[in-house]
């Protein structure tokens, strides 16, 4: 039997008076409470910079800045800042106002690499720093049934002379040299290339071999990318990734930004402030350059760090377009860029240092790819759906944002 038999009128009337008003008004001054609450966290000024000032220390993003980025975008401040190709591996970039791609990443980027002439694995800056100061410059001439050439400067106390090759080599061309077709790279095998021979075709057809030997002491070959397809490995958020690459390390492009890279900054600082070693300490961090990580596409605009890092689908519109976001210039970032040694080496003069800025990102940008935990993450790997042309100033926007 109910407990009801034993109340009188005034307590059935104050037991009406909690289930009618004094619960609403607690459950609806709590559910008040709690969406005032997420309003105030949501919708909090980022304290973070918005421009030009130095960014403040921020080692992830936070989620809860997603409606102040998403502004920037749609108010179209985030942009393409900078666009460079490698087109040999591991040698000096370039920085283009404008550059062509294709599924397989930016035109003329990893087109080539340094082969051991008689191992056939693909020399890399890990083991010999100095590439980094083999300056490959892009001469295009329309005229050229190659299109003009690659024209390779060496530093000046290195003795080797400058010397050229075709810069996009007619298939005639590519008929004259030939193909290997075991060539590696850290775990990867099978991969093809053309031994390059020099521009003109009435140049000593060694010349690009024997110099590059004398700069690596070794007999080494240059090789430009064969036809066979090479498979971007498969990542954690795209098992079943479908993508080529050239000499690339494993993806076609690499996006990065620029509040992420002043972050970075902030991040080998604080590391370096944190050391009883005296020399560390003085790292000056603040001449670090973006170069040093060798993005394709850097970006700009989002006003905070490691936005990136939760963007999965893009698009990215010349600036002059009515409507950003349309259906071309679509990319995929498919997942965190896991950083090796490499970015210890010093663009400008090929010293490396074993710790920095290795170390600092080991320490407070670990565990961000689901894929491989124990690495540290700078940047994020992509694949463009289509071929076209991007432009330093072109606009992203954002079609999906997830972690990858
Ligand atoms: C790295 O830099 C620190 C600080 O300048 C220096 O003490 C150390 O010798 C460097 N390490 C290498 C391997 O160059």
Same mark, same amino acid.
């Given at each position: ?7 009188g ?33 949501s919708s ?10 130095a960014?403040?220390?921020q ?11 998403t502004?920037?975008?749609?108010e179209?401040?985030v ?47 890990r083991?010999?720093?100095?590439m980094?100061?083999i300056?490959p ?11 003009g050439?690659?024209?390779?400067h ?5 003795g ?24 590696t ?19 000593? +057809?060694? =010349?690009?071999?024997t110099?590059? @030997? #004398?700069?690596?002491?070794? !007999?080494?070959?240059?090789?430009? &990318?064969?036809?066979r397809r ?30 992420s ?17 005296e ?14 990580y060798r ?8 006003g ?6 939760m ?18 210039g ?12 490499? +970015?210890? =080496?010093?663009?400008?003069?090929? @010293? #490396?240092?074993?710790?920095i !800025?290795?170390k600092?990102?080991? &320490?407070?940008?670990r ?38």
């Amino acid at each position: 039997m109910s407990q009801h038999i034993f109340r009188g009128r005034w307590q059935e009337a104050l037991v009406d008076i909690f289930w009618s008003s004094i619960v609403p008004a607690t459950a609806f001054s709590v559910v008040a409470a709690l969406v005032f609450l997420r309003l105030l966290t949501s919708s909090r000024a980022p304290s973070k910079n918005m421009g030009s000032g130095a960014v403040e220390m921020q080692f992830a993003f936070d989620e809860r800045d997603q409606g102040f980025v998403t502004q920037k975008l749609e108010e179209r401040q985030v942009v393409v800042s900078k666009l460079i190709v490698h087109p040999i591996k591991s040698c000096r970039g370039t920085s283009l106002a404008q550059a062509d791609y294709n599924p397989s990443g930016l035109e003329l980027d990893r087109r080539w690499s340094v082969i051991d002439a008689n191992k056939h694995n693909i020399l890399t800056a890990r083991a010999f720093p100095k590439m980094v100061l083999i300056h490959p410059k892009i001469i295009e001439d329309p005229t050229d049934p190659s299109g003009g050439r690659l024209e390779i400067h060496f530093p000046p106390d290195s003795g080797c002379e400058t010397f050229s090759v075709p810069l996009k080599p007619t298939a005639s061309v590519l008929q004259q040299w030939s193909l290997v077709e075991d060539l590696t790279v850290h775990s990867f095998t099978s991969i093809d290339g053309y031994i390059t021979q020099a521009y003109p075709t009435n140049a000593d +057809p060694t =010349i690009c071999s024997t110099i590059l @030997s #004398r700069f690596f002491n070794r !007999p080494v070959h240059l090789v430009y &990318k064969g036809p066979r397809r090479r498979p971007a490995p498969p990542t954690h958020s795209f098992p079943q990734l479908e993508a080529n690459v050239d000499y690339h390390d494993a993806f076609p492009l690499l996006f990065a930004s620029e509040e992420s890279f002043e972050s970075v900054k902030n991040i080998v600082k604080k590391w370096c402030d944190e050391q009883e070693n005296e020399d560390l300490r003085k790292w000056d961090a603040s001449k670090m350059v973006i170069e040093r990580y060798r993005p394709n596409v850097v970006l700009k605009g989002a006003g905070l760090p490691f936005a990136e890092d939760m963007w999965k689908e893009l698009t990215i519109s010349p600036a002059g377009a009515s409507e950003v976001g349309g259906g071309k210039g679509f990319f995929t970032l498919v997942s965190k860029c896991t950083r090796c040694m490499l +970015p210890n =080496i010093d663009p400008a003069d090929g @010293s #490396r240092n074993m710790s920095i !800025p290795s170390k600092p990102l080991l &320490k407070y940008r670990r565990g961000l790819d689901p894929g491989r935990m124990a690495l540290s993450c700078f940047g994020c790997n992509g694949v463009p759906a289509q071929q076209g042309t991007l432009h330093v100033g072109d606009i992203v926007s954002v079609r999906t944002w997830d972690h990858v």
